[in-house]
């Protein structure tokens, strides 16, 4: 049966089936700088009667160390979805946030099979609820630096949320590198700046930044919604016990069509049981 409308912290959604889903069942509440300068010299010559060497000092600001991760848990099915779609695509082009879209399974029998969805990604949301304790698992649905979740269309809930987050002291502590060679990438993940108690995993992920879909069925049908940052494979690198560490990973093992980007992050605990994010970094494959 579908659901009615809901209202959530002051908004009104259009929902009538993305309630939180909690393991099989569905409730009708809806929870919804600079690092461093790099300076090059353009050298300018002119002939004439006299000859003029210019020299200029173009000054341009290298991108920040990511300060947070923020992952959508999303869906083609969902109506309340699209507004967050977007906001991940805003904070896509943010070079201090690595902004992921997870599309989920759990409504793909709503009436459209999300062509996108993995049921990794459905797993991964739930194992976040358990850790929380809250068991609050809905669409659109963001988890920011692996510790706070919010209504994925919320922007201003998003910022704040990062500023609390990276307020730990762990929190996207650790530098992580990623470096194209030849046919492989080159994963290396700095030791802990003090001394932490923290333990956790080296993830890679494959990217598409952009996917557009023609929806044909279900509450978005008719719509073209493009997805960025799609999460297309998820492999582990290895694990992260406070000293530094260094890997090697095929580009075959991550590549496929569409793939144009990886991400690697270093989570507290475990895929299980995920904590924290403690460091990330994102590269173009083209």
Not at 29 to 51: E, K
Not at 124 to 148: I, L
Request: charged share 20%; proline share 5%; with cysteine.
């Amino acid at each position: 049966m579908k659901r009615p409308l809901s209202c959530v912290s002051g908004h009104a959604v259009r929902d009538k089936f993305h309630a939180p889903y909690k393991y099989g069942w569905k409730s009708s509440r809806l929870v919804h700088t600079m690092t461093a300068m790099m300076a090059y010299n353009r050298i300018s010559r002119w002939s004439g009667a006299i000859g003029i060497c210019a020299i200029v000092a173009i000054i341009r600001p290298a991108y920040a160390e990511p300060r947070a991760v923020v992952e959508l848990f999303t869906s083609q099915g969902c109506s309340s979805c699209p507004p967050a779609d977007k906001v991940i695509g805003e904070l896509a082009k943010d070079p201090e946030v690595i902004a992921l879209s997870m599309p989920i399974d759990y409504w793909d029998y709503l009436g459209w099979k999300d062509t996108l969805a993995d049921s990794r990604f459905s797993a991964r949301q739930k194992a976040y609820s358990q850790m929380r304790g809250d068991r609050d698992v809905y669409t659109p649905q963001v988890v920011v630096n692996g510790s706070t979740h919010l209504i994925g269309s919320d922007r201003a809930g998003i910022e704040n949320a990062i500023r609390t987050t990276e307020r730990s002291g762990d929190v996207m502590s650790v530098p992580v590198t990623l470096s194209l060679s030849g046919k492989q990438i080159n994963v290396s993940v700095a030791a802990a700046k003090a001394p932490t108690a923290a333990r956790g995993e080296v993830w890679i992920c494959s990217i598409s930044k952009a996917v557009p879909i023609s929806i044909g069925r279900g509450e978005n049908r008719g719509r073209e919604i493009t997805y960025h940052n799609v999460v297309r494979n998820l492999l582990k690198v290895g694990d992260w016990t406070g000293s530094s560490g260094s890997w090697t990973v095929p580009l075959e093992n991550i590549t496929r069509d569409g793939v144009d980007a990886a991400v690697v992050y270093v989570q507290d605990g475990n895929r299980e049981k995920p904590g924290p994010m403690l460091g990330a970094a994102f590269t173009s494959l083209h």
